[in-house]
């Protein structure tokens, strides 16, 4: 075999190489997102970009503040998937009434909001397998507070680290 086409072999192998780990990667492990709505200022701003955590919650409980990627249920009227705040979780009552939310009858505290929310929902208790979830910018999401609550196994994975723009770079945390 001739070193030309010796080298065309490597090169080829090289590059299948790379296709089949970024298919894994991407299918398994990390999904890159560009946040393309307003509906988590502050904390996430139009967009930024961000890394999914696809395989987090295959080891560990899904938990109040995590911010999470699901494919939009049929009654979002959305096509894409979208990136909300877990507020309420399995066997918990959940309320907004006069800019609060209140989970089992306690005020949530949350530092992270836009605004305070200026509707009301609830009280409705989460079911087993689903989880409630609100956008950080309260009076402009399309979220469960709208359509109800958001069944788990529509849960893609969890917003892991910003790494655009460079300057907000990190991890989100709750």
Do not use: C
């Amino acid at each position: 075999m001739n070193a030309t086409v010796k080298k065309l072999l490597e090169w080829a192998l090289i590059i299948a190489l790379g296709f089949i780990l970024s298919f894994v990667i991407r299918t398994f492990l990390l999904d890159p997102r560009i946040v393309p709505t307003g509906s988590m200022l502050p904390t996430i701003r139009l967009q930024d970009r961000l890394l999914v955590d696809k395989l987090i919650f295959k080891f560990s409980p899904i938990e109040r503040g995590d911010i999470i990627v699901f494919h939009a249920p049929p009654e979002s009227g959305e096509k894409d998937d979208l990136v909300k705040r877990v507020i309420g979780l399995p066997g918990e009552q959940i309320e907004v009434k006069d800019g609060n939310v209140l989970v089992n009858g306690n005020i949530l505290q949350e530092n992270y909001l836009l605004e305070k929310p200026d509707y009301q929902y609830g009280p409705a208790t989460v079911p087993e397998d689903a989880y409630f979830v609100l956008g950080d910018n309260r009076r402009h999401s399309n979220d469960s507070h709208m359509w109800g609550f958001l069944p788990e196994q529509t849960i893609k994975g969890k917003v892991w680290i910003r790494y655009w723009p460079p300057s907000m770079t990190g991890p989100l945390n709750p």
